[in-house]
């Protein structure tokens, strides 16, 4: 099969399988990342906390993160023995009951916890773990282009989640927030009990086959009992010998990194520099709006090039939008270059990351891989917000200015990237 083809005929069960991604990202990015231009301020107000509140919430995040290493570890290693569409009904059915207890209770250091349990499960189960599995195991040629379909969920959800969440307070005030998450919440069950008869861990148990190669089913599981093997071989001593996965997991972190700064805190940004709230809103869902392109793009030039070469022109792409974001002076034609710039690159870390790790090891040596590489990953990608909650939402151009030299350290890591799958 030609790597190189950019064609996106992935067949009936293959486009299921990426929109059941795309959700799951979608999910992942609501929990995680982009509520944080939102809920900080609202619930502050709501529950009549300290302004500090919001600073500490960010720092709660980034330290929910590194708790994260600890999950997406646990849940590689359960990933691999039970298969993704368990962990997905496990992982979707917690994140519900976080987001209901997040909604109600009134004592912050509880609601502090429960950020920590919210980035902890949703940055592991429904970004790190289940959707990059499924896109690697379903389409190992073809996942550059597959997963720049379904991470399209990451910017949707910055287009969306907090439109939707500013309507649910326009229409009750700030008790609005609450109810957004208490809403969240039943809408993780149902993915939870959707997940059980949707998700499948591999195409050939529904007679599919990889990339939808035309071979017979034989061919396939012959093929995957062989892979399977090989995989075996990728013990954690052996990976952690390996290069690339400090490569991976370090280099494309950072970069990663640099996307969490950007987004998280993008509407304080262009507050800053006297934009109206509304409108910086507006040019939130207008980045999102462009990183769903991007996501696509991204993909496409991983397909048709590489991923190492994809993912250095994103570093790149992204030291010019920190440069536009430091040097900000919140005039409409800066704001629109700065939504165009940081809205491409939302959706093309997401896609970068795990086929940079399938390239590197593998169809299901991804599963082993993974549970290496997506700790190192989430530990580093989360220190973005202990960055910005130590510097403050204050000297957002500080944060941007240490986020450009580690994503410039990014990119050198990368272009050292062998890759064995291409």
Known sequence: ???NDTKSNFGKWGWSMILYCALSYYLAAALSTDTLNFFPSIFTELRGWDASAVDTMNTMAGVGGWFGVIAAFAFSILAAKMGSRVISVIGNILAGIICILFATTQNFTFFLILIVLMVFVSGSVQLSVVPNNLMNIWFPKKKGLALGWASMGLPLCTATIVLVMNAFVNAQGPKGISTFYIAFGIVCFVFAAVSWFWCKNTPEEVGCTPDNQPIDLAAANRLRVEQEEAAKKLTSAV???????????????????????????????????????????????VAAICGIVGSYIWGWLDQRFSTRTASVLYGIWYLIALLIMIFMNGT??????AAFFVGVGIGGIGNLIPSMIGTCFGRFGFIQANKIISPINTAVR?????????IGTANLPTAYGVFLAFDLIGILMVLFVKPTQE
């Open 1 to 3: 099969m030609n790597t």
């Open 239 to 285: 990976l952690l010998k390996n290069r690339n996965t400090w490569l991976i997991g370090l280099g494309m972190g950072f970069m990663w990194m640099t996307t969490i700064g950007l987004v998280s805190n993008f509407v304080t940004r262009l507050c800053q520099t006297g934009v109206e709230p509304g409108f910086a809103v507006q040019m939130l869902t």
């Open 332 to 337: 409409t034609p800066m704001v629109i270059l």
């Open 382 to 390: 989360c220190s973005a917000l202990i960055i910005i909650g130590i």
